[in-house]
Nanobody, 119 residues
């Protein structure tokens, strides 16, 4: 059973920094994609950033240059460093893990952690 446990998040003033981390446990293939998505009430969950085992990253345009995603493959952890935060970044942030096993896709989500950017 794969589980994702998120940590971090909280309240920060505009222009501030915050990081969220996620640790995956269970039987996880050596090749996977981990990432972060976010969601606000009444809106669809949207991509923030993803990173592959090889280190290839993908960012939403709205966070490009402000957020940095990193991954520790040995520990199966992923961290999102968020700088220059804006009120529009306020959302519940969800960790994600995707991989293939015997050509079958698997997708897992964390429970979410609240990030609030407000003065």
């Amino acid at each position: 059973q794969v589980q994702l446990v998120e940590s971090g998040g909280g309240l920060v003033q505009p222009g501030g920094s915050l990081s969220v981390s996620c640790a995956a446990s269970g039987i996880i293939p050596s090749t996977s994609v981990m990432g972060w998505y976010r969601q606000t009430p009444g809106s669809q969950r949207e991509l923030v950033a993803t990173i592959t085992t090889a280190g290839a990253t993908n960012y939403a345009d709205s966070v490009w240059g402000r957020f940095t995603i990193s991954k520790d493959n040995a520990m199966n952890t992923v961290t999102l460093q968020m700088n220059s935060l804006k009120p529009g970044d306020t959302a519940v942030y969800y960790c994600s893990l995707r991989f293939y096993r015997s050509f079958v896709p698997y997708s897992y989500w964390g429970e979410g952690t609240q990030v609030t950017v407000s003065s």
